[in-house]
């Protein structure tokens, strides 16, 4: 199996900035891709970001130009650095993997338990 911890979550004025990590761990053979959604009470999860093992990386539109994810591949751990936050990103984030334990594995999703970022206006 493998596990995800976020971390890096917390509470920020509108206008500030956040970094979130992800370490992936466990009995991981390959991690085809990493990325982060999130979700407010009462609405669906959305997608934020998202990066390849090949480096690709993919943004909502909302977040566009203010976030910035990449990766530590000898790590396993994915970072979001978040800058100029808005109120309207307050959600808890959540990060994914995309990951085999084994070579003849199927690839699968797995994730975190979630990290509370809070902006404040």
């Known amino acids: 199996q493998v596990q995800l911890v976020e971390s890096g979550g917390g509470l920020v004025q509108a206008g500030g900035s956040l970094r979130l990590s992800c370490v992936a761990s466990?009995?991981?053979?390959?991690?085809?891709?990493m990325g982060w959604y999130r979700q407010v009470p009462g609405k669906q999860r959305d997608p934020v970001a998202v990066?390849?093992?090949?480096?690709?990386?993919s943004y909502a539109d909302s977040v566009k130009g203010r976030f910035t994810i990449s990766k530590d591949n000898a790590k396993n751990t994915a970072y979001l650095q978040m800058n100029s936050l808005k109120s309207e990103d307050t959600a808890v984030y959540y990060c994914?993997?995309?990951?085999?334990?084994?070579?003849?594995?199927?690839?699968?999703?797995?994730w975190g338990l979630g990290t509370q970022v809070t902006v404040s206006s």
């Open positions: 466990g009995s991981i053979f390959s991690i085809n891709a």
């Open positions: 994914y993997a995309q990951a085999r334990v084994a070579v003849t594995s199927t690839p699968r999703i797995y």
């Open positions: 990066i390849t093992s090949g480096g690709s990386t």
